[in-house]
């Protein structure tokens, strides 16, 4: 785990560690700030989370019950006189 100002320093070694397979966690102001990856690690990522997730359209079919009949009562219309 790298400070920032040791980071910003050594950035060619962040940066070469990352290549070599090995994340590099970066702290600001004594908490966690960034991960360095390498390229093909973050596209593995990306690959990943796109591929787990749904469409919208399957989430909203996905809705436990039907939304056509809840189970809240039905409001009456009331008379109107004009």
Same mark, same amino acid.
């Given at each position: 785990?790298?400070? %920032?100002?040791?980071?910003?320093? *050594?950035?060619?070694?962040?940066? =070469?560690? @990352? ?17 360095? %990856?390498?390229?093909?690690?973050? *596209?593995?990522?990306?690959?990943? =989370?796109? @591929? ?31």
């Amino acid at each position: 785990m790298w400070n %920032l100002q040791d980071a910003k320093n *050594r950035f060619s070694t962040v940066v =070469a560690d @990352a290549l070599a397979g090995q994340p590099q966690h970066v702290t600001r102001r004594g908490k966690p700030a960034v991960v360095v %990856l390498s390229e093909d690690d973050y *596209r593995q990522l990306v690959a990943a =989370a796109h @591929a787990s997730r749904e469409s919208f359209a399957d989430h909203i079919l996905a809705f436990p019950g039907d939304p056509e009949r809840e189970s809240r009562p039905l409001a009456q219309p009331r008379d109107v006189t004009l």
